[in-house]
Nanobody, 119 residues
Framework: QVQLVESGGGLVQAGGSLRLSCAAS????????MGWYRQAPGKQRDLVAT???????TYADSVKGRFTISRDNAKNTVYLQMNSLKLEDTAVYYC?????????????WGQGTQVTVSS
């Protein structure tokens, strides 16, 4: 089992910055890629950024150059640094982890943290 706890969301003005954290516990040694997703009201949950155990990162086009995903393996934590925030970044942000055990993958989600960008 893996437990994910997000923090760092809040209200920020457009152009501002926030840093989200996702702390993992449980069978963390089996966690491979982790990522951040977001879901705005009435919309589907979309990929924001991912990072592999080898620190390879991917980003949605809409956040490239503004957001940075990173991980601190010593703290079992993944971060999402969000700069130059826009109104359209408003959403609930979810942390996702994939645990691989043999040939089976297990997907875990955090509870979500609200990010609201105001004008």
């Amino acid at each position: 089992q893996v437990q994910l706890v997000e923090s760092g969301g809040g209200l920020v003005q457009a152009g501002g910055s926030l840093r989200l954290s996702c702390a993992a516990s449980g069978s963390i040694f089996e966690i491979k890629p982790m990522g951040w997703y977001r879901q705005a009201p009435g919309k589907q949950r979309d990929l924001v950024a991912t990072i592999t155990s080898g620190d390879t990162t991917t980003y949605a086009d809409s956040v490239k150059g503004r957001f940075t995903i990173s991980r601190d393996n010593a703290k079992n934590t993944v971060y999402l640094q969000m700069n130059s925030l826009k109104l359209e970044d408003t959403a609930v942000y979810y942390c996702k982890a994939i645990r691989v055990r043999g040939t089976t993958s297990y997907i875990y989600w955090g509870q979500g943290t609200q990010v609201t960008v105001s004008s």
